[in-house]
């Protein structure tokens, strides 16, 4: 079954930390970038951060720069995201999305089905 799988949400305090993960199985993911998407209640989905294929290409939303670190093991078929710092505004259904270029665009093929952060004030 071709799937990406995020774990690692969970309820947390504000100032606290969660490691995310998106774990594919059937499908090639060593070649390709993986972002992290987030969509809180009410809002439209962003995009959170993004790695390269080799994992020396990172980028990050300016809201989370310097507290959310991406990483990946190819190895392992997995892509992290460490959360640090979190805060309120945080809280969110978080998503893992495999990149692929579409007519020269940057889109995505596969999604995760999300994981729950939630993060107390």
């Known amino acids: 079954q071709v799937q990406l799988v995020e774990s690692g949400g969970g309820l947390v305090q504000a100032g606290g930390s969660l490691r995310l993960s998106c774990a594919a199985s059937?499908?090639?993911?060593?070649?390709?970038?993986v972002d992290w998407f987030r969509q809180a209640p009410g809002k439209e989905r962003e995009f959170v951060a993004s790695i390269s294929w080799s994992g020396g290409i990172t980028s990050y939303a300016d809201s989370v720069k310097g507290r959310f670190t991406i990483s990946r093991d190819n190895a392992k078929n997995t892509v992290y995201l460490q959360m640090n710092s979190l805060k309120f505004e945080d809280t969110a259904v978080y998503y893992c999305a495999r990149g692929i270029v579409r007519g020269g665009v940057k889109a995505y093929d596969y999604w995760g089905q999300g994981t729950q952060v939630t993060v107390s004030s």
């Open positions: 059937g499908l090639t993911f060593r070649t390709y970038a």
